[in-house]
């Protein structure tokens, strides 16, 4: 098919040739490994021991979300292991080549977040590591307006910079990166646990320490109350992977290699990154008195030559998971956005532009602001997606894709005029139910007097959203004829 002219088209975009198939299942394995041993993970269970759980707790709360998100993961990812097209292409068999605009964006904006969370990490642990080797605090004099330290401020532009070095190398870079730095990284974890089962007497104060949820504790009679939110949000941490992660499965060999690379590299990894964080964690109540939920902001406490070294890999590790977690896939969707103009390099400085732009560290203020307001609120957004691309490519297609019609402005996937109103309609009722109760977790004053069922409905707001939209938009595309749309090869 000649493409010159083609305005849904450019070479990021194009399906994979057999040529750059070249990713086999223990690449995958070692690129989830990558992406999951980083701070963000590692905080998710340190956050819910802040929150009041038990080590126990906080572990069956991390695996069980990612036991489920992996179901989405391997699904979505099926059609770019078959197909050979990212996320943004394959968004428009469902929405339409003008439609599959707003699912990107969305997921792009939500991604450019994560990667000025990852960016302020890793900043953090540039100023942490220069404040240990000069024994002193270099936060300095508070800046106007951001609320920030200028040492913050400073760091967190050099780290900027040094990650803008990597947009221009590709997605073989970031492969290779993950698979030498991901056993570094664990035998780090494996010190840190080391230094916390020391310090704190062994495993066994630290099972043993109370939870909040236990009778006459804080929180007492509450623990399945909060118990499906917690896990909720585990499932939304990797809601933007779960839509993208086509962009990765496009260079698989085989399907295979993606269905065992990710079964290896998602769950098992997660819950003993959880493990350890929650030895740590727990370990830190007993050190200090309270929970230190920051591995950076720990490892600065700590002091020692051990500490500079696992910093310098905290930065390592921030570079690698951040390119391969949050800008590849906003890359492909902002060029998916005007793919004559916007290339993936110009889509990863978009990326990293947003990421600055959202001032990440109001999101890291508070474990409560984190888990519950920003990873539930944006599986709220998401959710609908991966219902809709689940039920489209499955339920509807059985799997079948007429790959020319992706990049045919007149093609099969045109719908009204590029938009298909079907999922438009079933996205805004997926998003509708859980959109009050959002705004009630963010403090908005206007939604003070929200409350049930709408807050019940937001707790679980990844799994609500994405089963009406899938029910939504199943009943719509078949009252509207399936058979004119069901592609084939």
């Known amino acids: 098919m000649d493409q010159s002219g083609n305005t849904l088209w450019n070479p990021d975009l194009a399906p994979t040739t057999a040529a750059q198939r070249t990713w086999r299942w223990w690449h995958f394995a070692a690129l989830w490994l990558g992406m999951v041993i980083a701070v963000p993970a590692y905080m998710l269970a340190a956050g819910l021991i802040e929150q009041g759980m038990s080590a126990t707790q906080a572990v069956w709360a991390v695996l069980l979300g990612n036991l489920i998100v992996l179901v989405p993961m391997l699904l979505i990812g099926h059609a770019g292991a078959k197909w050979g097209v990212p996320y943004a292409v394959l968004a428009r068999a469902s929405f339409g080549w003008r439609g599959a605009r707003a699912p990107a964006l969305a997921r792009a904006i939500v991604a450019c977040g994560w990667y000025g969370i990852q960016t302020w990490i890793g900043g953090g642990a540039l100023l942490t590591l220069l404040g240990v080797m000069l024994s002193e605090s270099l936060v300095g004099p508070m800046v106007p307006v951001l609320g920030i330290g200028l040492g913050q401020l400073l760091s967190f532009a050099a780290f900027w910079l040094i990650q803008l070095l990597f947009v221009t190398k590709g997605l073989e870079t970031v492969r290779k990166l993950e698979t030498w730095t991901a056993p570094v990284k664990v035998v780090v974890c494996g010190l840190l646990v080391w230094w916390a089962l020391s310090k704190a007497g062994g495993i066994g104060p630290i099972l043993h320490a109370p939870s909040a949820y236990d009778p006459g504790g804080a929180k007492a009679g509450r623990f399945w109350r909060d118990f499906g939110p917690a896990v909720t949000a585990m499932t939304g941490y990797w809601a933007t992977l779960a839509l993208n992660i086509p962009d990765f499965t496009r260079f698989a060999r085989t399907q295979r ?16 990154l959880a493990a350890m964080s929650v030895i740590v964690t727990s370990a830190t109540v007993l050190i200090y008195g309270k929970p230190v939920w920051d591995p950076v902001a720990l490892s600065g406490s700590i002091g020692g030559i051990a500490v500079l070294a696992g910093l310098l890999v905290i930065s390592l590790d921030t570079v690698s998971c951040n390119i391969a977690a949050n800008l590849v896939g906003p890359a492909y969707d902002f060029s998916a956005l005007w793919p004559r103009r916007i290339s993936y390099r110009t889509g990863g400085w ?30 709220a957004l998401l959710g609908p997606v991966a219902g809709i691309l689940i039920a489209d490519y499955w339920l509807l297609r059985r799997a079948r894709l007429d790959v020319e019609a992706l990049y045919d402005r007149t093609g099969r996937y045109t719908y009204v005029k590029g938009w298909n ?34 807050t019940g409905l937001y707790d679980y707001a990844w799994f609500v959203g994405a089963g009406i939209a899938a029910a939504v938009y199943l009943a719509a595309m078949k009252a509207g004829g399936a058979r004119r749309v069901s592609g084939s090869v």
């Open 350 to 379: 978009i990326t990293a532009a947003i990421g600055v732009l959202i001032m990440p560290w109001k999101l890291l203020e508070s474990t409560q602001g984190y888990i519950f307001v920003w990873l539930t609120g944006y599986g």
């Open 421 to 454: 109103l079907a999922a438009v309609a079933a996205f805004a009722v997926g998003v509708a139910p859980n959109l009050p109760g959002f705004l009630k977790a963010a403090g908005l004053p206007a939604a003070a007097a929200v409350g049930a069922p709408w």
């Open 257 to 272: 290699d993606q269905i065992v690379g990710q079964a290896v590299g998602l769950p098992g990894p997660m819950a003993l």
